[in-house]
């Protein structure tokens, strides 16, 4: 499956931004998907994950309740919203597909390229 990122921007602290990662090849709708992110320096770090039918749901504690992961199997497409935007959420953002439920980047091999999203204090 090849996926694609688009969404990230500069914004100011308090602002919202939704992130989307559309996905072609194969059969989306079997892959179980994650949010990660980068920032400079740091290692990738998890965000969100969501089921292959979008009926679960689970997110790192720094973003559980400000961030919510959906998808639409019907566009080929994932979701990141991301509310009350914080200067530490600054990184680039990558999506990921694998067959299993898992919040360990080193177990996706399928990623975007990933985008920034900067937020300004």
């Known amino acids: 499956v090849q996926l694609v990122e688009s969404g990230g921007g500069l914004v100011q602290a308090g602002d919202s931004l939704r992130l989307s990662c559309a996905a072609s090849?194969?059969?989306?709708?079997?892959?179980?998907m994650g949010w990660f992110r980068q920032a400079p320096g740091k290692e990738r770090e998890f965000v969100a994950v969501?089921?292959?039918?979008?009926?679960?749901?689970y997110y790192a504690d720094s973003v559980k309740g400000r961030f919510t992961i959906s998808r639409d199997n019907a566009k080929n497409t994932v979701y990141l919203q991301m509310n009350s935007l914080k200067a530490e959420d600054t990184a680039v953002y990558f999506c990921?597909?694998?067959?299993?439920?898992?919040?360990?980047?080193?177990?996706?091999?399928?990623w975007g390229q990933g985008t920034q999203v900067t937020v300004s204090s």
């Open positions: 990921a597909a694998h067959w299993i439920w898992t919040t360990e980047p080193a177990q996706y091999d399928n």
């Open positions: 090849g194969r059969t989306f709708s079997n892959y179980v």
């Open positions: 969501i089921s292959s039918s979008g009926s679960t749901t």
